[in-house]
Each structure stands twice: as structure tokens, then as C-alpha cells.
């Protein structure tokens, strides 16, 4: 009777008592009675259950609830995407019918189709079940006017390839004309209802045809603004041209120093300068003295606020987007020559084998003799006399500069550090912003010689925090995860390169020899890059985990305060640790955390801006060479391609579907192998190409193979075996015909060839 209710009621649904009892056939009153007993108990069993109507019904079925994950997702411009859960773990696969909606940046709950299999090495796969918070909250792109849809203005498309769906834009009292490029706030986001954004328009940021308007649709996009807000200006203008008296009471005054900066002849915020001397017991004494921001921006001021929210300057092809007003970082926080300028300063004791034996960190007034250029010093090591002779006054100094130099990059090879020396391209453009020429950046002595005492300053500061056990953020690069490092040490064992170890326990100082050994390779630029790509990302933290690619127990970012948020916060601790308090230490100890991922987070956008807008401009100028060929190396295979960088920085891809057979990948030697005729294309192997396609707008430039005296041909196992097997029919065949004439004469051919049918036959009737 049990099964007979929980049947009739999976059919009809809930029913009143004398309903069921008619369905059953329970009308006699004993029949009843026996029936109303029976629900009762099945009630208090929990196999039903009375509606609020006083019906009887089934209980309602209890899902099984999915385990759900929650993580950021990464769409790619085909559809499908990947969700980030922990940046320790691999990414999880979301195909293209399981993305329900989500879009770059949102955060999304999904649960878990497939694990993950790492024999088959494929990745785990999930779906999105909800979109948590959605990141696009502005776009930006050129307004199309659409009379399908006269209720709106018009929609725009995004320049970001990963949002396909259109954005329409409200009608708004501003009369527009088609030529606009606008910037929208986004109101509804894709759905079941509709399959396209809804937004309000926030402003018109030029028009189609404005010089540059092309990089400022970029970082519009990215909402990394040139114009800073009123009251940010305010409080820049009334910051004074020069510091009086008063603000440099307290200070170690070096004005009597030789200082001097040194930077790129195009700089205009000249925020760091040395001193350089030599001391009686052997030792130099280097003095880094970088401009003390932290004294006009002060914490929760206007310009604080608004330096956090940028988190870097953004330096693009023909523009700088400033952390920093112009007022300041070109003005009284620019160490020009002959003028006193506030700054805070890392003066080292260094011993003759690079080490920091002494040292003294805090606040100083300098001014500087020269504002030198890296050609200038370039010039001078090189012994231009005319240099020498303009610049006489420093001269010891840039000798004693260029030792030391030598001396601290001896140490830093010592101790592992890696050298990811690539190619890096500066892309020209005419007023227009047009591209007119890219040329590699040159890195002499000069350059180097700066850096490394940046280097020594930033892991000098960061090692007296760390020592005290203060709170501080420092700038962490940890060690490489064991998984990619393999495949890098894998990949070069492939090119015949010998590394010992594996990915758990290779050192620094091998991975160094190896780079070593390949700088005069053509492909060592490519396997630099290779093994950068295989390093972790250096991020900002408050926790100290060392910098892996440096070799460096401590670093933090202390030298560039005008250009980057980290710097100015770690001049402000060296300020307020002076007066050490409890309550400054709990202030910084909460505020770090949160600082440290937010300027990460705004440093990962630059570089992305930066990237954005190099690949836009160099496709820009390319567009005139299309048809024309070129010698390249291949920097990347993958599954559906190649892609070919020239002597110019300049990478484009040749998609398999334009090769002339079937080529098969191979994972382990990042290659593509020819099936029939045996071609192999790897990474590092010179190529001729002709080029196609070169788009602006998307960035992306095409290639097509061109066969050359470069090409490598290596046949397959498949191929040689095929090979071997016709031989072996052929010889099989004349062994048949021979056998049927002379057995003699065949036998006595082969053993004169040395064929090893006839040894083998010979054995054999030795053996009878």
C-alpha cells in the first residue's frame, strides 16, 4: 500500500484524503480509517509530507548539491575560458556552451565536470553556475549608430577582443553623430533576456580621427586616465617650487657631495641620484639618493588617494600616463642640477667583493652637479676626450662607478642571479602618433652600472626592515613552479643542451651556466624568454619570500617613488619608524595587505596596457610592408601554429591551416613535424617568411612559410620505418628470384656486400 500512495502521488501530484481514498478504493469506513493511520505513519517516517492546503504530497527531493569553487575568470576571444582558483593550482577549462555569460574579470562560482588528469596531461573542466561580481564596469570604443534599436543611441564594440557581444548606449540629451569615441557605464550585463550590454555615456573622449586617439581608446578602456581631479590639482599647486630652511632641519646634509643622475636623455623626472667615493680601508662608499616624495604626499591626503588608485605610472609609445601630478614629479621632486632638492638616501659601505658591510638610510638634502645621460657616461667610459673634458669634474667618480659596477654584478652572478638580458623595441611615431620606425634599446655600461646600484639600495633597505621585524612590503619573486621548470629544463635538453637535476632540485648556478653557454646561440634570446616565461611573476607582498630571480635573501622597490606607489610607501615607513610607536606599527601591519594586492593587481594592468598598445602599434607599422618577405626565428610553437619574431621585435603567426600538409606537435620539444615531408619547425630555428596580414586593430599579424635553404628536414620514426620497410620488400623479392636461379651466387653477393641476411644465413648453415 506504501508504494502504491508514493506511485499514485509521483503521478497525480498532491491530493486531498478523500481524494486518495477514492484512488485507492479505501471508501468503506474501516478502509478509511486503516488509510488515514497508514499516511500518519508515513508522515512521521518522512515519506510524506501535508501541504499548507491540508494535502498530501510527496516530499520534495532533496539535490544533491555540487561542490562549488570560486574564482576569477579569464575569457579568450574564441569563446571558451579559464577560471583562476588559486594561483598555486592550474587554471580550470570552461568550454565555450558552460561559460553562462561570465566575461573577463568577473568572479564566478562554478562546479567541477572533470578533473583533472595529469598522465593524459588535460586540464580540469568546470562550469559557471553564477556570476559573483562582475569587473567590466566601463567600456570604451566607437559609437556605430543603429536604427534597428532606436531606443538606444547607438552601441559600441569594445577594442578588448574577449568582449564580443555589442554594448548599447541610452540616448542621453548630447546629440552624437557617429564619429565619437565614448566611454560608458555598463547598467545590465548578458543574459537569457538579452544578449548584449546595457549602458549610460559618461563622456566623449575624442573623435575617430584625433592624433593618438587610438592609444588613448586603449587605456580609456583600462581606466588608467591622464587628467587628474580638481582637488588632486589643488593640493599639487600648493605645494611650494623649492623646500626653505624649515623643511630641511633634521636632514644629513650632502650638498657637498659630487652627486649626479643619470637617465635616459628623454627623462623628465629625474627622481634618483648616487655619490660615489673611495675609503681608506679599500672599501667605496655609494650613495643613492632618491627624491623624498613622501614629504608633499602625505598619508589620506588628495594626491595620496589618487597615487594609491593608480598604483604606477604607465609608460606607453608616445605618451606617460604620471602616478603624479606634473606639478611634482617634474617639479620639486625632480633632482635637477644646481637646485636643492629633499630626498631620502641609502648610503652603502661596499667591500671588494660587493658585499654591504655598513650602511646608513634616512633623510638628506642634496644638490646635484650634472644631469648626466647614458650616452654621456657611455661616452666617457668609452674615452670620448671631448666628454671627459665637459664633464672633468666627475670623472673620477663615473671610473669609480663603473668598478663598483663591475663588483656588484660579479657578486649578484655569484649568488644565481638570473640574466633575462631579451631584445626590448622602442617604437618612433611622428606628432601624428603614427609609427614610423622600431629600433632595439641599447643597454651599455651606464645602464647597467645605475641598475645595479638600484639593486643594491632596494635589497639594503629591505634587509634593515627585515632584520627589525617591522611590518613592510616587500617586492618577492618566489621560486618557479616544479611543473614548468621541468618542461623548460626538458625543452633545452632537447636542443642537446646537458642540465643537471631536476626541477626540485636544479640550482640557480646551473640554470645560469646554461644561459651562459647559449648567448652566442641564435636561439638564446628565445630561451631566455623560454625561461621567463617558466618563473613566477614578482608581485608586492607583506610576508618576505626573497626574489628568486635576483638571487636576493630581501628586496623591496624603494627608488622610484615618483612612478610607483610600493616606493612612496616605503619612504613614508622609513619617516614614521624613526618614532617608534605601537600604534604606527598595528597601523602599518593593517594597511600593508590590502596595499601590496591593489598595486600588484594596477602594476598587471600596465603591463597589459603596454602590451595592448606595443602590438597595436607595431601591426600599425607593419601594414605597409604586407606582401613582402623577411628571415625570422621561430619564438613559439604551439598546437594550431608557429609564430616568427623578426630582427625587430616584431611576432606574427603562421597557422597550420596555411602550411602544406599535416604537421604533428610535439608537447615536450615544442615542435611541428612534417608527416610526409619531414620538415620540423622548432623554437630557436631561423625561418623565411612572407608577410600577409597586418592588423591594427586587433594587433594580430600573419605570416606565411616560404621554403629556404634555412628549413630542417628530419624524418619521422613513422617515415624511416616506411622507408626500411620497402627496403626490406625489395630485398625479399630479389632473394625469391635469385633463390629460383643460382642460391650460390645470391649468398655470395650479400656476404660480399656485408648484408646482414647473408651473415645471418651463413651462421645458420655453419650451425647445421
Not at 280 to 305: C, M, P, Q, R
Not at 397 to 413: D, F, G, P, Q
Not at 539 to 548: A, D, K, L, Q, V
Not at 650 to 675: A, C, D, K, Q, W
Request: charged content about 30%; hydrophobic content about 40%.
Amino acid at each position: 500500500m506504501k508504494q502504491q500512495i508514493k506511485t499514485l502521488l509521483e503521478t497525480t501530484g498532491p491530493l486531498e484524503m478523500d481524494q486518495l481514498a477514492d484512488a485507492l478504493g479505501a471508501t468503506r469506513a474501516q478502509e478509511f480509517t486503516e488509510l488515514v493511520k497508514l499516511i500518519s505513519k508515513m508522515e512521521s517516517q518522512r515519506d510524506l509530507v501535508f501541504t499548507r492546503e491540508g494535502k498530501v504530497a510527496l516530499p520534495a527531493k532533496k539535490e544533491k548539491k555540487q561542490p562549488t569553487v570560486t574564482g576569477i575568470f579569464r575569457s579568450h576571444k574564441n569563446g571558451f575560458g579559464f577560471v583562476t582558483v588559486d594561483e598555486e593550482e592550474d587554471d580550470l577549462f570552461v568550454g565555450r556552451n558552460d561559460v553562462n555569460h561570465a566575461i573577463e574579470g568577473d568572479t564566478v562560482e562554478v562546479i567541477i565536470k572533470k578533473v583533472a588528469d595529469r598522465m593524459k596531461g588535460t586540464a580540469a573542466e568546470a562550469k559557471v553556475i553564477d556570476i559573483l561580481e562582475h569587473a567590466l564596469k566601463s567600456a570604451v570604443g566607437l559609437l556605430v549608430l543603429d536604427e534597428e534599436k532606436p531606443k538606444y543611441a547607438g552601441y559600441i564594440k569594445s577594442k578588448n577582443q574577449k568582449i564580443s557581444q555589442r554594448i548599447y548606449v541610452k540616448k542621453s540629451p548630447l546629440v552624437l553623430d557617429g564619429t565619437e569615441i565614448i566611454k560608458v557605464d555598463i547598467d545590465k550585463y548578458p543574459s537569457k533576456k538579452h544578449d548584449y550590454f546595457i549602458a549610460t555615456l559618461r563622456e566623449v573622449v575624442g573623435h575617430k580621427d584625433d592624433a593618438g586617439i587610438d592609444v588613448l581608446e586603449v587605456l580609456e578602456s583600462m581606466d588608467i586616465v591622464s587628467e587628474f581631479p580638481e582637488a588632486v590639482l589643488a593640493e599639487a599647486n600648493q605645494v611650494p617650487d623649492a623646500p626653505s630652511e624649515s623643511d630641511m632641519k633634521g636632514r644629513l646634509d650632502l650638498r657637498e657631495e659630487i652627486t649626479f643622475t643619470i637617465d635616459g636623455a628623454d627623462a623628465k623626472d629625474l627622481d634618483d641620484a648616487v655619490h660615489i667615493k673611495q675609503l681608506k680601508n679599500g672599501n667605496l662608499e655609494l650613495g643613492v639618493h632618491i627624491a623624498d616624495v613622501s614629504y608633499y604626499v602625505t598619508e589620506g591626503s588628495a594626491l595620496d588617494k589618487e597615487a594609491l588608485s593608480r598604483g604606477t605610472s604607465v609608460y606607453v609609445t608616445d605618451r606617460v600616463v604620471p602616478m603624479l601630478p606634473e606639478r611634482l614629479s617634474n617639479g620639486i621632486c625632480s633632482l635637477n642640477p644646481n637646485v636643492d632638492r629633499l630626498t631620502q638616501s641609502a648610503i652603502m659601505e661596499i667591500d671588494q667583493k660587493g658585499r654591504v658591510v655598513k650602511y646608513w638610510i634616512g633623510q638628506t638634502v642634496i644638490n646635484t652637479t650634472f644631469r648626466m645621460t647614458y650616452s654621456d657616461v657611455n661616452d666617457m667610459l668609452a674615452g670620448d676626450e671631448e666628454k671627459l673634458a665637459q664633464f672633468k669634474a666627475i670623472v673620477p667618480s663615473v671610473h669609480l662607478m663603473a668598478k663598483l659596477h663591475a663588483t656588484l654584478e660579479a657578486m649578484r652572478i655569484r649568488r644565481g642571479a638570473l640574466n633575462f638580458d631579451t631584445s626590448e623595441a622602442k617604437i618612433l611615431v611622428n606628432k601624428e602618433g603614427l609609427p614610423v620606425d622600431i629600433v632595439l634599446r641599447q643597454r651599455g655600461v651606464a645602464e647597467r652600472m645605475i641598475e645595479s646600484f638600484m639593486l643594491a639600495a632596494n635589497e639594503t633597505v629591505a634587509e634593515a626592515f627585515a632584520k627589525q621585524e617591522l611590518p613592510f612590503i616587500y617586492r618577492i619573486h618566489e621560486e618557479p613552479k616544479a611543473e614548468k621548470l621541468q618542461k623548460f629544463i626538458d625543452y633545452a635538453r632537447s636542443f642537446g643542451l646537458p642540465i643537471y637535476g631536476t626541477a626540485n632540485s636544479i640550482s640557480q648556478e646551473a640554470l645560469q651556466d646554461l644561459m651562459e653557454r647559449i648567448k652566442d646561440e641564435p636561439f638564446a634570446d628565445v630561451l631566455s624568454m623560454m625561461l621567463l616565461r617558466s618563473m613566477q611573476q614578482a608581485r608586492y607582498s607583506e610576508h618576505n619570500h626573497g626574489h628568486y630571480g635576483l638571487g636576493a635573501a630581501f628586496y623591496t622597490h624603494f627608488t622610484s617613488p615618483i612612478r610607483r606607489y610600493p616606493d612612496l610607501l616605503v619612504h613614508r615607513m622609513i619617516r614614521e619608524y624613526r618614532q617608534l610607536t605601537e600604534e604606527k606599527v598595528a597601523h602599518f601591519e593593517a594597511v600593508i595587505p590590502e596595499i601590496a594586492k591593489q598595486t600588484s593587481s594596477l602594476e598587471r594592468r600596465a603591463i597589459e596596457a603596454e602590451r595592448e598598445v606595443e602590438a597595436m602599434k607595431k601591426a600599425e607599422y607593419m601594414q605597409e610592408f604586407v606582401g613582402q618577405e623577411f628571415d625570422g626565428v621561430i619564438s613559439s610553437v604551439v598546437k594550431f601554429g608557429l609564430f616568427v619574431e623578426l630582427p625587430n621585435t616584431v611576432e606574427g603567426l603562421i597557422h597550420v591551416t596555411n602550411l602544406p600538409e599535416y604537421f604533428h606537435y610535439n608537447e615536450r620539444t615544442l615542435s611541428l613535424h612534417g608527416e610526409k615531408s619531414g620538415l620540423l619547425f622548432r623554437v630557436g630555428q631561423p625561418i623565411r617568411v612572407k608577410l600577409t596580414k597586418a592588423d591594427k586593430l586587433t594587433g594580430e599579424i600573419d605570416f606565411v612559410h616560404l621554403p629556404s635553404d634555412l628549413d630542417v628536414v628530419e624524418k619521422t620514426r613513422k617515415n624511416l620505418k616506411e622507408k626500411g620497410n620497402r627496403k626490406k620488400r625489395s630485398l625479399s623479392e630479389k632473394k625469391i628470384s635469385v633463390r629460383k636461379t643460382d642460391k650460390k651466387k645470391f649468398y655470395k653477393e650479400v656476404v660480399k656486400k656485408g648484408g646482414k641476411h647473408g651473415k645471418r644465413r651463413r651462421t645458420s648453415r655453419r650451425a647445421k
